[in-house]
């Protein structure tokens, strides 16, 4: 297992939870904030990106962020044009969703641990 | 096994087994050592004059045969020893070794040897045999390195160490050095003027220590120094403001609470309804954050914004491939070169970033032109272009249409965000495609139908409002460069000399790119693509005007192109020697670093509030009942971001003026009609402030008179009652009873 294919899953894992727990604590702060805001511009792309296993530490950051903006846009936009305005809703759906992509990067980086 | 066994081992055990089994049956070890490998030909495009392996850390074995140099992930050189043209052993830091091979390619460095070592290497090299080498290891099946054999490397690895401090240092400097700035003590020039010896003595470390790593090819280290730069140049106002800076930002978070509060769309409020997607997100985020207005990402924005751009423009200037120091360099002389102030909490500057992905994967993984039709412009320039080769980046099975709708998202995103980002990125996309820079001509075609279907059904509101007044401004490029240039120098001295600055700044810059071209073109290197990239935007005021503001978007969408460019140009001055490469790149950045000072913050006097100022408009939020007109003299103070639609907000900019001017009695009067224009009857308060007083000194006074002389007149006006005064912000209401009595 590579060292650089194997940090995205668990460390997006652990923001993705951060960034729940935080939601429902809804304690404002400063670390809070910046949680959000880092998660919120690469989380949700880095769920996919990291699926494709790059190399490139620069490709992984840049497709990370475009799609994380991507994703977040279309979610909000669904919220104001479609469903209703819930952002609580909209997190939601975007953290499940990097966990998701998380815990599919983690389980297949430790199954070609265990393999290699 | 002590610590420092343990470490050599797991830095040098895997090369060393890696060459333990590249070595062929008999092969005899006579030296084994450890070095860094500066500059290396073995894996560069055969192409280009100056190739360059991954320099680092590598075991390096002498046989009877051949020179073999291995990393971490295995060999990586091998070098027959009679290979090699020219070998010289020469003494580096404290004692060091330098080893220099002339090889067909170029040249090869590999410093941090033991001295003794070196001139083993040297000496056998030169030869084209190993002579009377010192020790025959035999033939092992496990190599072990011998005590001496680091010696060399830490002189090596502590000149990396120290180099690598410098930049926190540097920063930590900066920001001290800040922390005693004063909003008042900002002028006409804006920030230089008030940067105390300190901070220029950080800046002077920081451009030092980046032209060190770039010279001594530490390109991980130039990188650190280049994250460590957008910090201090682009978190510069942090320390210095009271409360957010810069107008448009308290706008935009005014509209982002409107969505929050609201959770709909009315496309009839204004522009910025019909393109929501930056504002629905923000929205979002803001109460994901749980923090009371999105104020509270303002601060850093654009250092978060400069740090996002990098990777997408590192891939950009990696995708025309060559010397690999131009990736640190473009991204140096970007982020030294990006002062039009277009990252600040906004649409344009999130999607400037988008538009920078879908570029970074269009020239990575789709570049060239092999499944490109055949184009129909200038058969000379398509038989130039077409002797390109293509980009080569690696992807794993299925990655190809993975990366491809990651960019066709983003593409797809900026439509509903940003009125103008989508057609400079179309521009830019369908000339690559036409100039067979790219294959992917489905992906223009999907952008030119979603901004289409995006003006026709969403946003038909702004369109069906404006299409008059858009189509008066289509092509009307003498009018677009009069209200984006010539209409902008003026004002006090100071801010005559910050637009001149910014005017010969650019022009500079186009020009040093336009030689990189020129350069690359002459020297066979790829080129094209840069200069679709940069050349595209310039059709943009063709288009229309933006608001007197399309010549800096046309900066910032060309800068990435114009920044490789101008990096490539540098890089041919520099050539490959330490002493002449690091002063060209120092020398290069104090020119940049002293016209960005001026260029970035020439205006901020005007744009950083005190918290007294936006303490008085906050009050007015306050107590202004629905419906009530808020009139400022300009556009620069810290408001409208509460009550977005709910009160609106009105400046004297188009206030026309008779011949003579107004006298007080006539102004107070032209300020009631301002506030009672269509009648509504509504409360009208009148605000000015410190920093509406400053867009006066700083861009001369407006047609209708001063903001002083304003003051005086509303003071005089029975039609006016002063409600709030302090030193930075004044308040009028105007009178219930006026016009009535």
């Known amino acids: ?116 | 096994m002590t610590y420092a066994s343990r470490a050599v081992a797991l830095v040098f055990g895997p090369p060393l087994r890696a060459i333990a089994d590249w070595l062929a049956p008999g092969e005899r070890v006579l030296l084994l050592t450890v070095g860094r490998q500066r500059r290396g030909v073995l894996e560069g495009r055969s192409r280009e004059r100056t190739t360059w392996s991954r320099p680092g850390l590598r075991a390096f074995a002498l046989t009877d045969r051949r020179l073999l140099g291995a990393r971490r992930n295995g060999v990586r050189l091998e070098l027959p020893l009679s290979a090699v043209r020219a070998a010289r052993a020469r003494r580096g830091a404290l004692g060091s070794g330098v080893l220099e091979l002339g090889l067909p390619q170029g040249a090869l460095v590999v410093e941090g040897l033991p001295g003794a070592d070196a001139e083993t290497l040297a000496a056998a090299l030169a030869q084209g045999s190993p002579g009377d080498s010192p020790t025959d290891l035999g033939s092992p099946t496990a190599l072990h390195l011998h005590r001496g054999s680091l010696a060399g490397l830490a002189p090596v690895l502590l000149a990396d160490l120290a180099t690598l401090l410098l930049a926190p240092a540097a920063l930590v400097i900066w920001f001290a050095a800040l922390q005693g700035v004063r909003i008042g003590e900002v002028g006409d020039v804006g920030l230089v003027g008030a940067l105390p010896l300190s901070a220029i003595v950080a800046l002077l470390a920081l451009t030092a220590g980046f032209a060190l790593a770039l010279a001594r090819d530490r390109l991980g280290v130039a990188v650190v120094y280049v994250v460590v730069l957008v910090v201090a140049l682009y978190g510069a106002l942090v320390p210095i403001e009271e409360v957010s800076s810069f107008n448009v930002t308290w706008r935009h978070t005014g509209i982002a609470q409107y969505l929050a509060q609201v959770g709909t769309v009315d496309p009839d409020i204004d522009a910025y309804f019909n393109w929501p997607g930056f504002f629905a997100a923000l929205a979002l985020a803001t109460k994901a954050a749980g923090v009371r207005d999105a104020l509270a990402f303002a601060a850093w924005w654009p250092v978060a914004m400069n740090l996002l751009y990098l990777p997408p423009l590192a891939m950009i200037a990696r995708s025309v491939g060559g010397d690999a120091r131009l990736v640190p360099l473009t991204l140096w002389i970007f982020v030294l070169s990006n002062w039009v102030g277009q990252d600040y909490l906004s649409p344009q500057a999130l999607h400037f970033g988008l538009f920078l992905v879908v570029l970074a994967v269009v020239l990575t993984w789709f570049g060239g032109s092999e499944r490109g039709a055949r184009p129909r412009v200038a058969r000379r320039l398509r038989a130039a272009i077409a002797s390109e080769p293509g980009a080569v980046a690696r992807l794993p099975r299925g990655g190809r249409a993975a990366v491809l709708l990651v960019a066709l998202a983003a593409a797809l995103a900026i439509v509903p965000s940003h009125q103008l980002t989508p057609f400079s990125l179309l521009l830019v996309l369908v000339a690559l495609v036409a100039l067979r820079r790219t294959w992917l001509r489905g992906l223009p075609l999907i952008l030119a139908v979603a901004i289409f279907a995006w003006l026709v059904f969403a946003a038909v509101s702004y369109l069906s409002g404006n299409i008059d007044e858009l189509r008066a401004q289509f092509g009307q490029l003498e009018q677009t460069l009069a209200s984006n240039v010539g209409e902008r120098v003026g004002g006090s001295a100071g801010h005559a000399l910050v637009v001149r600055a910014r005017l010969l700044a650019a022009g500079l810059l186009w020009i040093a790119a336009l030689a990189g071209a020129a350069h690359r073109l002459r020297s066979g290197r790829r080129t094209w693509s840069l200069v679709v990239l940069a050349a595209a935007p310039f059709g943009l005021p063709l288009v229309q005007p933006y608001g007197g503001e399309i010549v800096l978007r046309v900066y910032l969408f060309a800068l990435p192109a114009m920044a490789a460019l101008v990096a490539s140009l540098a890089l041919a001055a520099a050539g490959t020697r330490p002493l002449r490469s690091g002063s060209v790149v120092f020398a290069l950045t104090l020119a940049l670093l002293g016209s960005f000072l001026v260029t970035r913050y020439g205006n901020a006097r005007i744009w950083l509030f005190s918290r007294e100022e936006a303490s008085v408009v906050d009050r007015v939020y306050d107590v202004a009942a629905p419906g009530s007109i808020l009139v400022a003299p300009s556009t620069a103070l810290p408001w409208q971001h509460r009550r977005y639609a709910e009160l609106k907000h009105r400046n004297l900019s188009q206030l026309e003026a008779p011949p003579g001017g107004f006298g007080e009695r006539a102004l107070a009067r032209a300020v009631l009609q301002v506030v009672d224009d269509k009648g509504e009857g509504a409360d009208g308060y009148v605000i000015t402030t410190r920093s509406t007083r400053a867009y006066d000194a700083l861009f001369g006074r407006a047609r209708w008179g001063s903001v002083v002389r304003l003051e005086r007149a509303l003071d005089a006006s029975p039609s006016f009652l002063p409600i709030i005064t302090r030193r930075d912000g004044r308040v009028w209401m105007a009178a219930p009873d006026r016009g009535r009595g």
């Open chain 1, 1 to 116: 297992m590579r060292l650089a294919n194997a940090w995205p899953g668990p460390v997006l894992l652990g923001v993705a939870l951060a960034v729940a727990v935080t939601a429902l604590l809804d304690e404002p702060s400063t670390g809070r904030t910046l949680l959000v805001s880092v998660f919120l511009l690469l989380g949700p792309g880095l769920a996919v990106v990291g699926l494709l296993e790059l190399e490139d530490p620069w490709a992984l950051l840049a497709l990370a962020f475009g799609l994380s903006v991507a994703l977040d846009t279309a979610v909000a936009l669904v919220l104001v044009y479609i469903t209703g305005w819930s952002p609580g809703a909209g997190l939601a759906v975007l953290v499940v969703g990097s966990a998701g992509g998380a815990l599919a990067q983690t389980f297949r980086a430790s199954r070609a641990g265990g393999a290699g």
